[in-house]
């Protein structure tokens, strides 16, 4: 079945770059999405990238896409206390949309 | 536009006793997703519709839980009952489908349930 698995905790300090990993099994997935968690509320959908894409950025924030390895990533540059959150990775296409754990980013000031 | 809403945004219950949780997904959006977020985990799949077809029903945990959405809009989100295990985050999400391809997601602010 599908697994999309993530590390739980991700701590940097303000101004660096983070970068957050997330692994799948699914080769049939068609998006791979990058979902945010800002505490008390609900997700929001931040990117997202075709499966036939490596990379797509979108101001501050870089998704690479290893479809080899079945390898997602998020990179945020020029990291902010605003973007202490919880990211979930998802993958989906046909089937339903499976989410992984969540990694929890915790930017230091 | 007006984004998913849900409602209530908190709800204490005692054990043995039943609740409704509400979604009103956004406009114009066929397909309706529950999915229930335990502490430390990620999202689990309860329940999906799509327009007027059956409802998938796969991820509901027990006969305990069901849903229903009424005129192809407003959800409700039915666990008779409860158990302390119930208590979770329960979120709802709503998409556009073209031709049964599940599109982008857009999340409600979640439901905070605890069973006491």
């Known amino acids: 079945g599908e697994d999309v698995e993530q590390s739980l905790f991700l701590s940097v300090r303000e101004g660096d770059s983070s970068v957050i990993n997330c692994t799948y099994t699914?080769?049939?997935?068609?998006?791979l999405y990058w979902y945010k968690q800002e505490p008390g509320a609900g997700l929001q959908l931040l990117t997202y990238?075709?499966?036939?894409?490596d990379m797509k950025q979108d101001q501050r924030l870089t998704v690479l896409l290893n479809k080899k390895d079945k390898h997602l990533s998020l990179r945020i540059a020029d990291t902010q206390t605003g973007d202490s959150a919880i990211y979930f990775c998802a993958e989906g296409g046909y089937q339903k949309v499976t989410f992984g754990t969540g990694t929890k980013l915790q930017v230091i000031p | 536009g007006a984004g998913v809403s849900q409602s209530p945004s908190n709800k204490v219950t005692e054990k043995g006793k039943d609740v409704e949780l509400r979604c009103d997904p956004i406009?114009?959006?066929?397909?309706l997703y529950w999915y229930r977020q335990s502490l430390g985990q990620g999202l689990e799949f309860l329940i999906y519709?799509?327009?007027?077809?059956?409802?998938?029903k796969s991820g509901l945990p027990s006969d305990r839980f069901s849903a229903e959405r009424t005129g192809g809009s407003v959800s409700t989100l039915t666990i008779q009952r409860t158990q302390q295990e119930d208590s979770a985050v329960y979120l709802c999400?709503?998409?556009?489908?073209?031709?049964?391809?599940?599109?982008?997601?857009?999340f409600g602010p979640g439901t905070r349930l605890l069973v006491l």
């Open positions: 999400a709503s998409s556009h489908t073209l031709e049964g391809f599940r599109e982008t997601q857009y």
């Open positions: 990238i075709f499966s036939n894409m």
């Open positions: 519709f799509q327009g007027n077809s059956a409802p998938d």
């Open positions: 406009s114009g959006h066929t397909a």
């Open positions: 699914d080769s049939s997935s068609t998006y």
